[in-house]
């Protein structure tokens, strides 16, 4: 196989160069995935809002009322001035405004209740949060004074908050840094194809950016092998590159995921890697056939790692992407890609049928793969021609 010797010889003069583009993008890759990762303490916790608070009386209903909302907001002190509230508002100073009514106490000790002032964020969760708490409250206040009516509304009040106060424990199943390493490792495997796409298709097309000169193509017109020969044995000298590239990353991914490396999730990210970088192999076999020059391959292979990427779902989530965006995005092997590593991540019980949406994914990225080699045979073919 002379031809594939002499491709290894020319990713070997390249080796250097090569190894520095892919030190850096795991470089890159590794600090994005450690910047992206969640911070999870493995406890739940609580998150307060800022709120403005009106009272137009004093109660017990109502400073039980204020007492039942403290652990769980902010409050913050602002003038009863609709401007200045509107503008609060607008600029997230305050998530929500509460305005207690002149005459509350009484319409709700009567069954009969003035409605509570409300006025929030539009389509914010606190608002939702807030409201729960507040409807929490009131819902026990009347349980109360249906129940023991005979008792003071202060004494209501105290054993409604008692109730409110009370909580049940919850601790996280398994290790401590389990789900940190597994969510690490997603966010790894999906840098991975920013990383695979620029460095395959650099090293590949180093070869093709010998084989393709003019006088080279010339005098292997010449030689006992042909043509499609020797675009087999360069084709194979690419995939042994990928190969090459794919196992050291997914070696590398073990730092991330050594924990989770009996699990069924990891062989499938790195099942779905593999594919991946058989796709990207045909994609840079056919880079390489499209052109003769370095500057215009560097060019390429940034535009394909860097644009993919970005609407692909590897810096930004997909779920995140707009509609439009995300249809474009679907002619990209990068999309699947990442989707597959959606499917997976969304698992807890791996078989054919929960799968199914996995496999579909790689199915699509061997289409690509298959695609892009036909075009490069063709675009070569043509090529040929013209000589």
């Given at each position: 196989?002379?031809?594939?010797?002499?491709?290894?010889?020319?990713?070997?003069?390249?080796?250097?160069?090569?190894?520095?583009?892919?030190?850096?993008?795991?470089?890159?890759?590794?600090?994005?995935?450690?910047?992206?990762?969640?911070?999870?303490?493995?406890?739940?916790?609580?998150?307060?809002?800022?709120?403005?608070?009106?009272?137009?009386?004093?109660?017990?209903?109502?400073?039980?009322?204020?007492?039942?909302?403290?652990?769980?907001?902010?409050?913050?002190?602002?003038?009863?001035?609709?401007?200045?509230?509107?503008?609060?508002?607008?600029?997230?100073?305050?998530?929500?405004?509460?305005?207690?009514?002149?005459?509350?106490?009484?319409?709700f000790l009567q069954g009969t209740p003035t409605r509570l002032q409300r006025t929030s964020v539009p389509d914010a969760a606190s608002r939702i949060y807030i409201d729960l708490r507040?409807?929490?409250?009131?819902?026990?206040?009347?349980?109360?004074?249906?129940?023991?009516?005979?008792?003071?509304?202060?004494?209501?009040?105290?054993?409604?908050?008692?109730?409110?106060?009370?909580?049940?424990?919850?601790?996280?199943?398994?290790?401590?840094?389990?789900?940190?390493?597994?969510?690490?490792?997603?966010?790894?495997?999906?840098?991975?194809?920013?990383?695979?796409?620029?460095?395959?298709?650099?090293?590949?097309?180093?070869?093709?950016?010998?084989?393709?000169?003019?006088?080279?193509?010339?005098?292997?017109?010449?030689?006992?092998?042909?043509?499609?020969?020797?675009?087999?044995?360069?084709?194979?000298?690419?995939?042994?590159?990928?190969?090459?590239?794919?196992?050291?990353?997914?070696?590398?991914?073990?730092?991330?995921?050594?924990?989770?490396?009996?699990?069924?999730?990891?062989?499938?990210?790195?099942?779905?890697?593999?594919?991946?970088?058989?796709?990207?192999?045909?994609?840079?076999?056919?880079?390489?056939?499209?052109?003769?020059?370095?500057?215009?391959?560097?060019?390429?292979?940034?535009?394909v790692a860097l644009g993919s990427s970005f609407i692909g779902g590897v810096f930004v989530p997909q779920e995140l992407l707009g509609e439009t965006v995300l249809k474009i995005a679907?002619?990209?092997?990068?999309?699947?890609?990442?989707?597959?590593?959606?499917?997976?991540?969304?698992?807890?019980?791996?078989?054919?049928?929960?799968?199914?949406?996995?496999?579909?994914?790689?199915?699509?990225?061997?289409?690509?793969?298959?695609?892009?080699?036909?075009?490069?045979?063709?675009?070569?073919?043509?090529?040929?021609?013209?000589?």
């Amino acid at each position: 196989m002379p031809v594939f010797k002499v491709c290894m010889k020319i990713l070997r003069n390249n080796l250097p160069g090569i190894s520095i583009y892919f030190m850096i993008f795991v470089v890159i890759s590794i600090v994005m995935t450690m910047a992206m990762t969640p911070r999870e303490t493995g406890q739940f916790g609580r998150e307060k809002f800022e709120i403005a608070f009106f009272a137009e009386e004093e109660t017990p209903l109502v400073s039980g009322l204020r007492e039942a909302l403290a652990d769980h907001v902010n409050f913050v002190p602002l003038n009863d001035e609709t401007e200045k509230l509107q503008e609060a508002l607008f600029y997230r100073r305050v998530h929500y405004i509460l305005r207690v009514p002149e005459g509350f106490t009484a319409s709700f000790l009567q069954g009969t209740p003035t409605r509570l002032q409300r006025t929030s964020v539009p389509d914010a969760a606190s608002r939702i949060y807030i409201d729960l708490r507040i409807d929490r409250y009131l819902e026990l206040m009347r349980l109360y004074a249906g129940v023991w009516p005979q008792l003071a509304l202060s004494e209501q009040v105290t054993y409604a908050l008692a109730d409110l106060s009370r909580s049940v424990p919850v601790e996280l199943a398994g290790p401590e840094g389990e789900r940190d390493a597994q969510v690490r490792l997603q966010y790894f495997f999906n840098f991975m194809a920013y990383t695979m796409l620029f460095v395959i298709i650099i090293g590949a097309s180093s070869i093709f950016l010998v084989f393709n000169r003019t006088e080279i193509k010339r005098r292997n017109l010449c030689s006992p092998l042909g043509p499609r020969a020797i675009s087999l044995q360069c084709y194979m000298a690419c995939i042994v590159f990928a190969a090459a590239s794919w196992a050291l990353l997914v070696a590398t991914s073990m730092a991330f995921g050594w924990r989770e490396i009996t699990g069924m999730a990891t062989w499938y990210y790195i099942l779905n890697s593999f594919v991946f970088a058989t796709c990207v192999t045909g994609l840079a076999y056919l880079v390489g056939n499209l052109t003769k020059n370095k500057e215009i391959v560097l060019a390429a292979a940034n535009i394909v790692a860097l644009g993919s990427s970005f609407i692909g779902g590897v810096f930004v989530p997909q779920e995140l992407l707009g509609e439009t965006v995300l249809k474009i995005a679907s002619f990209t092997p990068t999309y699947w890609y990442v989707r597959a590593n959606g499917a997976i991540a969304a698992l807890t019980d791996f078989n054919l049928e929960t799968l199914a949406g996995f496999f579909s994914a790689l199915a699509v990225q061997l289409g690509f793969a298959a695609a892009f080699v036909v075009i490069a045979l063709v675009a070569e073919k043509s090529r040929r021609t013209t000589l």
